[in-house]
């Protein structure tokens, strides 16, 4: 990591964060014979708001995002994606850490869900969160501060 800095997505980082999550989501969905890059695209730009969004640099170069909505009685950590480039060097850890903080501080669980069968779920496990259910295709995750 050079220079890491975090900052407020705008409305014109739409398709960019869309090709993020895309490279980023490849391998766990072609896991699960379920990567369809026109679908993965669509679904993130339609609940995009860059209200919620903070997307992540290394330098000029943009690496990652994610997401947190503000729900009453929880905040939802929507989407983390780092670039695969980016992996690997503890940017998602510390983007967790620092949400995990904001619950924290607003004394409310997280919640997030991640793919069925994806390396993001023993990722969130080592990140304190709990298996609350799972369903055909997803898991689902509470962290209790």
Not at 2 to 18: E, F, K, Q, V
Not at 53 to 74: A, S
Request: with cysteine; aromatic share 10%; proline share 6%.
């Amino acid at each position: 990591m050079h220079d890491i800095s975090i900052s407020s997505a705008t409305n014109d980082d739409a398709s960019s964060l869309a090709a993020i999550r895309v490279v980023a989501m490849r391998p766990s969905l072609e896991a699960v014979g379920r990567f369809d890059p026109d679908r993965a695209r669509k679904r993130f730009l339609e609940t995009y708001d860059p209200r919620d969004t903070q997307i992540v640099r290394d330098g000029e170069d943009l690496v990652g995002f994610y997401v947190v909505r503000i729900r009453p009685d929880h905040l939802y950590l929507d989407h983390v994606y780092i670039h695969p480039t980016h992996q690997g060097r503890g940017l998602g850890r510390n983007i967790v850490w620092s949400v995990q903080d904001q619950a924290r501080e607003m004394a409310l669980p997280l919640r997030l869900l991640a793919l069925r069968g994806s390396p993001a779920n023993d990722f969130y496990l080592s990140c304190g969160f709990v298996l609350e259910k799972s369903d055909d295709l997803d898991n689902y995750y509470t962290w209790q501060p």
